[in-house]
């Protein structure tokens, strides 16, 4: 089976056996993939956590020099130039956080709700969904009324063709083009 040539222009799976073939020759690939993701990811993970490290290393030493040298000082933040780039501090802001079940509870117990509580309308398009029935050429129609009901439009989605191989391992690209 080996002498066949996939990439042939003109090559088709002709039978079974050739199929089974193709089904291994995914496999094989999904396999050897995996393998290099796999590889590559921690050979990424390591090299940035090695230069993590270093960033982190020099930006407590520069923080540490940012405090030694007079700098320029905002409402908002500190900074101090170098021709290589700034040094900035960021001063703290104040961050709000609550509850939003026991805020409501306390705007509705103080009466303030007409001002603070905003009331969301959206349609219910689940049931909606229900009232209508889709027509021949793609228009929709009120079952009930039988009015057309230009607001809706129909597409049709294009075909899917996956491959599951047996064995636990699938293609992982649902719809992907394999050719």
């Known amino acids: 089976m080996d002498d066949l040539r996939p990439l042939e222009v003109g090559w088709s799976i002709q039978n079974d056996q050739q199929a089974e073939w193709?089904?291994?020759?995914?496999k094989e690939a999904q396999k050897d993939r995996d393998f290099w993701v796999k590889y590559y990811s921690d050979l990424i993970y390591k090299v940035e956590k090695d230069n993590n490290g270093t960033i982190d290393f020099f930006r407590a030493k520069l923080s540490e020099y940012f405090n030694t040298v007079p700098h320029k000082e905002t409402k908002t933040q500190e900074k101090y130039g170098l021709p290589s780039g700034t040094l900035i501090?960021?001063?703290p802001k104040s961050i709000w956080k609550y509850d939003e079940q026991k805020l409501f509870n306390w705007v509705t117990d103080n009466g303030l709700g007409s001002d603070y509580i905003k009331v969301k309308r959206s349609l219910d398009w689940a049931d909606l969904k229900k009232r209508f029935t889709e027509l021949a050429d793609g228009k929709i129609v009120d079952k009930e009324t039988g009015e057309i009901c230009e607001a809706v439009t129909v597409e049709?989605?294009?075909p899917?063709?996956?491959i599951t191989i047996n064995g636990g391992f699938?293609?992982?690209?649902?719809g992907a083009d394999l050719g």
């Open 156 to 158: 049709q989605s294009e």
């Open 160 to 162: 899917v063709f996956d």
């Open 89 to 91: 501090l960021k001063k």
């Open 22 to 26: 193709a089904l291994q020759k995914i």
């Open 170 to 174: 699938n293609d992982g690209n649902s």
